[in-house]
């Protein structure tokens, strides 16, 4: 995909990862998702977001940005607190403006045993300054 401003090349085959040791705010229990110490389905979200978003950091220009749409997440197995989690995001498909992206997460262990979730994300590519007004527009629709 090539933007109008000629900054923005987007192909399927971007990759990128994030990595974040868990901390103990990042818990089920911290986050209400749950009562136990362990990884929260939440926090595993924010940083497959975060590694889709990294996968095309740079390529819109200052004008554009993406928003999250859409999410299938499959939390398979728990990390404990103090545990470093790796998650990889693949830019799979671009549908005008929308973006498809594939992401893996990894903690401890070997081979399959490694893996602790994967899923799915969509994002679409939004003009900064109009997704910022139309807040705006909404926040004095709802005051009125």
């Known amino acids: 995909m090539s933007g109008d401003d000629g900054v923005a090349v987007l192909a399927a085959g971007l990759r990128a ?21 362990v990884l929260g389905t939440p926090r ?5 977001e975060a590694a889709c978003v990294a996968a095309i950091a740079g390529r819109l220009g200052k004008e554009r940005t993406t928003g999250g749409t859409a999410v299938s997440l499959e939390h398979r197995r728990p990390t404990a607190a103090g545990a470093t989690v ?12 929308r973006l498809r992206f594939n992401f893996i997460a990894y903690g401890p262990g070997d081979g399959d045993d490694a893996v602790i979730g994967a899923g799915t994300a969509e994002r ?5 300054a109009r997704f910022l007004a139309s807040l705006g527009k909404r926040a004095d629709a709802a005051g009125s």
């Open 17 to 37: 990862s994030v990595s974040a040791e868990v901390a103990d705010a990042d818990t089920a229990e911290a986050l209400g998702s749950g009562d136990v110490p």
């Open 86 to 97: 790796d998650v990889e995001a693949e830019l799979t498909e671009i549908i005008g403006r």
């Open 44 to 48: 595993l979200l924010a940083l497959a």
């Open 124 to 128: 679409v590519i939004v003009d900064r």
